[in-house]
């Protein structure tokens, strides 16, 4: 059973800068291919940002040159370090989490909301 607690989530104006943390419990998050999604009210959840288990990053296109997902393996910790934000980033960020063994696992945090504005 793997855990996983996002928090740094708040309010913060255009241009400002927030670093999301997602801690995992139950399993190390450098053998699972680890994501943050968020999620706009009225909009389908969208995927920012994913780091495989080798460490490799891919990243939407709205936030390449601004995100960067991160890996603290001694912490057991993810990290989402967002800068520049703008009013479109506001939504809730959600940690994802998935491995296979015999078959595919997936876990998600509870979310933690960004709200960017002025």
């Known amino acids: 059973q793997v855990q996983l607690v996002e928090s740094g989530g708040g309010l913060v104006r255009p241009g400002g800068s927030l670093k999301l943390s997602c801690a995992a419990s139950g399993r190390t998050v450098s053998s699972c291919n680890m994501a943050w999604y968020r999620q706009a009210p009225g909009k389908q959840r969208e995927l920012v940002a994913t780091?495989?288990?080798?460490?490799?990053?891919n990243y939407t296109d709205s936030v390449k040159g601004r995100f960067t997902i991160s890996r603290d393996n001694a912490n057991n910790t993810i990290y989402l370090q967002m800068n520049n934000l703008k009013p479109e980033d506001t939504a809730v960020y959600y940690c994802?989490?998935?491995?296979?063994?015999?078959?595919?696992?997936?876990?998600w945090g509870q979310g933690t909301q960004v709200t960017v504005s002025s």
């Open positions: 994802n989490a998935r491995y296979w063994n015999l078959g595919l696992w997936d876990y």
């Open positions: 780091m495989t288990r080798g460490g490799s990053q």
